[in-house]
Structures are given as structure tokens and as C-alpha cells.
């Protein structure tokens, strides 16, 4: 799931707070999780302010349409029933 903090409309020059979360929601362990997601064009990701619960490999790039997607690779196991 992602929300956005504080949530409702936003001016331009605002910072805000995306959190993804996830989870494991099938009945066997997942290896090496990758989450990625595209930014709107509205937004500009601040490079250094990516953060993860857990180690991970981060990163973020333009793609083909001129926003940026995230990207954090979990290497390791994630267990059923873990987020």
C-alpha cells in the first residue's frame, strides 16, 4: 500500500512523505523482494531521503517518460505473514 503524508491537496514547492508498505501475504517465503514505483510527473524525489525497515539496495532514475521511479531491492528472505 502507499500513502501520502499529510494527505490532500498540495501547492507546488511542497514536501511530502511516501511510505510504501508491504507484506507477504502468500502461504510460502519470497526470496529477494523487489518494490519499485513511478513518481508522478508532479513530483521530484529529494535524492538521500529514501529510507527502508529493513538493508536494502536503493535507487532512483528517470525513466521513459520523465518521472523518476524508486526502487529498493530486499535481498534475503521474507517469511508469510511478514512486512
Known sequence: ????????????G???????RYMNTGAR???DVVISDSLSGRLEYVPGSAQSDRPSNFA????EVGSVVVRWELPGTLLPGQS
Open 1 to 12: 500500500t502507499k500513502s501520502v503524508d499529510p494527505p490532500g491537496p498540495k501547492e507546488a
Open 60 to 63: 532512483a532514475a528517470e525513466n
Open 14 to 20: 511542497e514536501f511530502v512523505t511516501i511510505t510504501i
Open 29 to 31: 517465503e519470497v526470496n
